[in-house]
C-alpha cells in the first residue's frame, strides 16, 4: 500500500508551504498511517485531543449552546441566559419543564444546559406573570437550593432569548417569547416590555 503522504498531496504541500506549523512535519503522515496502515509507534504521544476528528462522531452531531450564553453557575446577582423550548423541543420527553414556565440557566462546559424552571402548578397569584417565574427559578439557581425544577438538558432543546441578572430582565428575542406564551396558551402572562427590571443601581 501507498504511503499515506502520498496519498495526501494536499497535506504534503500544506506542511512544506509551512502552513501548518502547529504541529511537526511528519505529525499528519504519522496520523494518517495509523489510520490506514495500523501503524503505531511504541512511544506515540497522546493525540486525543487532535485536530484530527474520530471517524465515530462527526462535527454535526456536536450541539452546545449560543456564545451570549454565560457559562457556569452565576452568583448572586450574576447573569444567565433566559430560554423558550425550541422546535426540537419534546415535551413528552421534558414533561417536567410546563408550558408557560419561566427558564433561566448557564452553559456547562460539555455543551449542555443547566436550567431551572417554575411554572406556576400551584396557580400562586404572585407567580402569575411570567417575569415572576422566570425570578423565582433564578433565585434557586444562584442559591443553588434544592428543587425537582431543574434539569441538564441538550442545548438544541431551548432557544436563548434573553439575560437575566440580580438587577432584572432584558429580552433580546421578546416576539419569541410572546409565541412561545400564546402557544402554551398563556399571552396573559407576558411581561409589558423587553426590560423588566426590580432593582435599580
Known sequence: MA???????????????????????????????????????????????????????????????????????????????VFVPSALFDPAANAAIRSGSGIVGFGNPDGSLTVYFEANRFDETGLHKWEHKARKAYDRMVMAAPTVSKAKIDARYLD?????????IHLKQPDRLSQWLELCNKLDTAPAAPITLWKTR
Open 3 to 81: 504511503p499515506a503522504g502520498a496519498l495526501f498531496p494536499a497535506v504534503d504541500a500544506l506542511i512544506n508551504a509551512h502552513v501548518i506549523t502547529t504541529f511537526p512535519a511528519d505529525y499528519f503522515h504519522r496520523e494518517l498511517d495509523k489510520r490506514y496502515n495500523g501503524a503505531v509507534s511504541p512511544n506515540e504521544r497522546d493525540v486525543t485531543h487532535s485536530p484530527i476528528m474520530s471517524e465515530e462522531k462527526s462535527i454535526t452531531e456536536v450541539s452546545t449552546y449560543s456564545k451570549d450564553t454565560p457559562v457556569g453557575r452565576p452568583d448572586t446577582d450574576g447573569r444567565a441566559g
Open 160 to 168: 436563548q432569548v434573553g439575560i437575566i441578572d440580580g438587577m432584572g
